[in-house]
Every structure is written in C-alpha cells, then in structure tokens.
C-alpha cells in the first residue's frame, strides 16, 4: 500500500482516520501498521460510501495480526446505516479482537447549541 511508509508499526494513542473512512485511502496495510487505541471514524454520506464498509472490515483484518490483543475502542462521529450493520453483523469479531464500538448517544451543550459527543481519558 502506498497509504502507509515501509517500516515497523506505530503506536498511537488516538487516530482520526483519514478522508471521512474512504477505502480509498485507508486499508488493511493502515490497520497492521498505525496501531491505536482509539480510532476514531467520521462519514455520513451513504451516496459516497462514508464510512465505507471496506475500512471498516480492514481494521477486523489488520487488528487480527498484531501480535498483541490490546483493547481499540472505535468511535464513530456520526450513526449510519453502514455502522449499524457492520457492528451487527461482526459483532463476534470485535469481541474475538477485543474492540469496542461506542454509541453515538452522547449530547453536549455549548453556548445554546446541541451537538454528539464523546470523552477520551488518556
């Protein structure tokens, strides 16, 4: 993959995947390679495949060679069809792999506006 430089893995404590989860950009090399604790993943345009179901499935793929079972928790910005599926539909998976999916059920209010949210303790 082009995506990602030759070399060993890195370890981050927090990512923001790339181009709303395009599969353009991020793929199961991303995943072996950009380890982290918390992903976190933004789209909300079904039209354009955001978050795509690709990226998706290459963290189950990528996490599934790391030589260590540390916990990832996954967060998404926005609630989409494409999450609500996969998060169904490979449940078991995650749980195998030890990540975390976190509801999008959060709600903060600033200065008379609402908008989701979500606390991160490092």
């Not at 909300?44 to 079972?69: F, H, I, M, T, Y």
Request: with cysteine; hydrophobic share 35%; net charge negative.
């Amino acid at each position: 993959s082009t995506a990602v430089p030759p070399g060993h893995p890195m370890y981050l404590d927090l990512v923001y995947i790339p181009n709303h989860s395009n599969r353009k950009n991020v793929d199961v090399e991303f995943f072996k390679r950009v380890r982290s604790s918390y992903y976190v993943v933004s789209g909300n345009d079904s039209a354009a495949e955001e978050p795509s179901r690709a990226v998706l499935d290459s963290l189950l793929e990528g996490k599934a060679q790391w030589d260590s079972n540390m916990q990832v928790t996954l967060i998404p910005t926005h609630d989409s069809e494409v999450m609500r599926e996969w998060y169904q539909e490979t449940h078991e998976k995650q749980q195998d792999l030890n990540i975390m999916v976190l509801a999008s059920s959060s709600t903060v209010v600033m200065q008379d506006e609402s908008f989701p949210a979500c606390k991160i303790e490092l």
